[in-house]
């Protein structure tokens, strides 16, 4: 037997199954993972159990069969592996929910936005986490019906920096879905990540719009540069070496060493401008997974992106007042005293060059 059919083997649990838990499912039952998906969601449940995974991705369109559950209390027998692809606020719960589910040497894979890792691996213990990241976008457009949004990779890694030979299954497994690396540094990788996610997922949300769309002015590519920014300085202050996203692009590129309110275009302001253009045309068309979570009427991740920040910046005596304004106006429209809208960033453009 091969590694690759003792790999297939193993048995995987999914839990979650939104717009990137849907496009991860597809490709690993169509490489005959045995794959059990549980998500909270009856519709989405109902769907999949009666037509399949509709999956459209840039490789293809599909469908493919799978049995879902509701309740992890429906699961029998235990699994070797457990991806959590949940909203980083749902994250703790499923940790706590799938531990009595996982063989003595399982382990479970942190697939949310923001820094969750830490939190899930105090309720299963550190060498039972593998962190990771997604690099792409996806949609869920109604209950079964998937897509992938734009292109990129998964990145994985052990807590304690190691090569390990879970982690390069896991590679193996993931590769089914979407191109997958190992890094040997994975809190670089989350926390640049999480800059990314700062000004995308959340300037998504406060806005209403596309990235593309967001990204088009200049007066708001310069307001996402001190958003990263800012993380950048709290990152730094707690020892973390960011590492570059996608294997490309360097966020300390992003950063601004001037007074973020100075006005004019130096040429190093010019060359930041010219990668968030470059980032907002790549992936144009990637909508907020806050903003979808605001429509839908549900909970959003804020308080494990900016406000992660902001609350780490706080414990190391780093102002983050961008991000922190940015929590503060996404619990806005949580509440319903706001609407996704960009008249929300005319506060914050101020004193930003454009006027």
Known sequence: MTDLQKNKKQRVLLMGCGGVGGVIAAGLLRAGYDLTIVTRNSEITHAVNTYGLRVTTPGGKWSIPVTAYTNVNELKGQFDTALLAMKAIDAEKA??????????????????????????????????????????????????????????????????????????????????????????????????????????????????????????????????????????????????????????????????????????????????????????????????????????????????LNGYVAKCGMEKGIMTPVNAALTKMVHEIEAGERTPSTNNLKGLLQGYWPP
């Open 95 to 304: 940790a706590r929910d799938v531990l009595e589910y996982l063989r003595e040497e399982g382990y479970v894979v942190t697939l949310q936005n923001g820094l969750v890792v830490d939190a899930v691996a105090a309720i299963l213990s550190r060498w039972r986490v593998i962190g990771a990241l997604v690099g792409w976008g996806a949609t869920l457009h109604k209950p079964g019906v998937y897509e992938m949004t734009s292109a990129g990779e998964i990145v994985i890694g052990e807590l304690n920096s190691q090569v390990t030979s879970r982690a390069q299954q896991l590679k193996t497994m993931l590769d089914t879905a979407t191109p997958t690396t190992i890094s040997t540094n994975i809190y670089g990788a989350l926390w640049s990540k999480l800059a990314i996610n700062c000004v995308i997922t959340t300037l998504g949300a406060v806005t209403g719009q596309l990235l593309g769309q967001i990204l088009r002015h200049p007066a708001t590519r310069r307001l996402a540069l001190s958003i990263a920014s800012e993380v950048v300085d709290v990152a730094e202050a707690r020892g973390i070496l960011l590492q570059p996203v996608g294997g490309t692009l360097d966020i300390h590129r992003l950063y601004l060493h001037c007074n973020r309110r100075a006005r004019g275009f130096g040429f190093d302001l010019l060359l930041k401008h010219a990668i968030m253009l470059t980032v907002g045309l790549k992936f144009r068309r990637l909508k907020s997974s806050m903003l979808q979570s605001i429509e839908r009427r549900r909970p959003t991740e804020i308080d494990f």
